[in-house]
């Protein structure tokens, strides 16, 4: 079963999708919506955007575009992503650092999951 051509995967929206998550939790933190160290929301933004780097090797290396083998490839990036934001938040929970920066992290990784998952879905139909 192949997917819809009009509605095929691409690295480059699926990047640009999760860089404007990125980019709007920069941007809430550089206006004040949380008060939080630049230096510690620098590094959990280059942090998560690695994992977005990883999931979009594991995704769209030698993709063929079968359905089934995508299955497989979201629950693959899902697994990889999710053990990525917990170690991540266990890191900064033993490392004593802010609990708003450990909830910033953690509202970071739901929106990035919950969108990801969203355009997957939406794209595997």
Known sequence: MKTNPRKRLTLWSYLATLLAVHIVFLVLALIGVFHLPLKGVGSILVTSFLLVLAS???????????????????????????????????????????VELVFYLL??????LILQTSYLVRRLK
């Open 107 to 112: 509202g970071l990784s739901l929106s990035v």
């Open 56 to 98: 979009a090797v594991i995704l769209f290396f030698r993709n063929n575009g079968d359905a089934v083998a995508q299955a497989f490839r979201f629950l693959a990036i899902s697994v990889t992503q999710l053990l990525g934001y917990l170690s991540t938040s266990l890191a900064l929970i033993y490392t004593d650092q802010s």
